[in-house]
């Protein structure tokens, strides 16, 4: 008993710090309000069920959270809103953290080395968020079953219309053609070599190492008439050989492991000609947080994603710079794209419980990856996290000026445009 009051008058004394927004906090009918009015009126509510394990899960940060989410200790009408207030407060954790970086090094290095991502292990991680079962995909990603970010070129543009924006995007940045032979690290389910193949007509080889992604692209390539074009591997990047025109890896940089985002430019970077051209998309994590968030336990690489870490912006500059003989030719911020990508998943999620527990995904499971899509989105719209699309080339890559010819998707037109169909 003495501990939870303990608990609790931490907890209280956490929410007390709360800045650039509200939150209230409802307990046995009584509403608690910590924080300040924001300009945007940002203003989340969290209702306890179980006060007690919702204080002891306040003070483990987003695991301890996330764990009491899905247990059904708390909940709240709309959890992208907490995210977003947390997202905001997080930046004077992270000062608090790092001034503790002396003692925790040593630590993040030994963990660092006993757990990194071999090839098995890697195997095992990808296994455990990609072979949950293609039916649970299907049920809000498009058509194309893309599972990173769109690109809305227009406001009224559907997530489909959008993937396959963002594919044609890709295409172009790379300047592919006919004669060209593109490597792509992490295929998903084979939208990107499908697309471009058949709208480009170059030969791709593609390689994942998600048993039930490859099955999949591997029929989407064959229903496509595109065998004698498309080369489905199931192979981790390091086992790869050869050199290739183009390469392009979507959002598969996440899973590499901190210790390992050098290995994977350094292979990226063997694997293509020295005139090759790499796209990488790629979702990043503020250069401020990074050292204070790369070896934390937390809901995402523990609960979805397990052994994945966020690179920064500033992380894959040294990588590219150290480890390879790539120049950056175009970097694109495509952050507020994921934000409605996010939202038009969420929908989807949100509004097939019946779907889901048919397809045997319990109650549990639903609370965990509403609270996961949530998070994501939240962490977005406060650009807590990022995405770009980063175009490398190499040092025999001399065709630049194509390379910006490309019309930006970013923040400009796209948001002027939203408030005018609003």
Known sequence: MKRARLQRALAHRLLERTKHGQITLVEGGRETTYGE?????????MELVDPPAVYRALLRGSLGLALSFTDGAWTSPDPVALVKLGARNM?????????????LGPIQWATGALRRNTINRSREQISAHYDLGNDLYELFLDETLMYSAAVFETPQASLHEASLAKLDRICRKLQLRPED???????????????????????????????????VATARVQEAGLQDRVTVLLRDYREL????????????????????FGTFFDVCSQRLKP???MLLQAI????RAYEAEKATKSFINQLIFPGGCLPSQEVIARCVAARTDMRAVQLEDITEHYVRTLQHWRERFDAQPEKLEELGYDERFRRLWTLYLAYCEGGFAERRIGDVQLLLAKPRFVDEPLATEIAPAGRGRFAR???LAA
């Open 417 to 419: 445009d939203l408030e």
């Open 37 to 45: 009015p924001a300009a945007d009126g940002l203003h989340a509510r």
């Open 181 to 215: 032979h593109l490597l792509e690290i992490g295929t998903g389910w084979g939208a990107m070599a499908v697309y471009a193949a058949e709208r480009y007509g170059c030969r791709v080889t593609t390689t994942t190492i998600s048993k039930e992604q490859h099955a």
């Open 91 to 103: 930046p004077r954790f992270d000062r608090l953290r790092l001034r503790l970086r002396w003692a």
């Open 284 to 287: 990043t994590i503020d250069d």
């Open 241 to 260: 050989e050869g050199e290739f025109d183009k390469l392009v890896s979507i959002e598969m940089i996440e899973a590499v492991g901190w210790r390992d």
């Open 275 to 277: 005139d090759g051209l």
